[in-house]
């Protein structure tokens, strides 16, 4: 059973970091395509950032470039996204992202096949 495990959020005060892992299980993810994707109340899920299988190429939505960067452990079969100088409009649940049968990267949520549970972020002022 294929399996997504987000960790790492919780809450914490403006300008503060905050180090999210996505553990993958159940097959092998490692060469693949993975994401990061996050949901506010009453918004739509949106794209935060997205790697390559090899890690290579990285892509970031413009409100998160330049504070957060998406990482992976391909041996662990593990991605991370450390998320720096947080702003109270970067609360949301964090869903990891997998692909399942392709090394680049995408920005749509169609792209990718398997998620996570999620993982609540709260930024307060």
């Known amino acids: 059973q294929v399996q997504l495990v987000e960790s790492g959020g919780g809450l914490v005060q403006a300008g503060d970091s905050l180090r999210l892992t996505c553990a993958a299980s159940?097959?092998?993810?490692?060469?693949?395509?993975k994401g990061w994707y996050r949901q506010a109340p009453g918004k739509e899920r949106e794209f935060v950032a997205a790697?390559?299988?090899?890690?290579?190429?990285?892509n970031y939505a413009d409100s998160v470039k330049g504070r957060f960067t998406i990482s992976r452990d391909n041996a662990k079969n593990t991605v991370y996204l450390q998320m720096n100088s947080l702003k109270p409009e970067d609360t949301a649940v964090y869903y990891c992202?997998?692909?399942?049968?392709?090394?680049?990267?995408?920005?749509?949520?169609?792209?990718?096949?398997?998620w996570g549970q999620g993982t609540q972020v709260t930024v307060s002022p």
């Open positions: 992202a997998a692909r399942a049968g392709s090394a680049m990267i995408t920005l749509e949520r169609a792209g990718y096949d398997y």
């Open positions: 159940g097959r092998a993810f490692s060469g693949y395509g």
């Open positions: 790697i390559s299988g090899s890690g290579i190429i990285t």
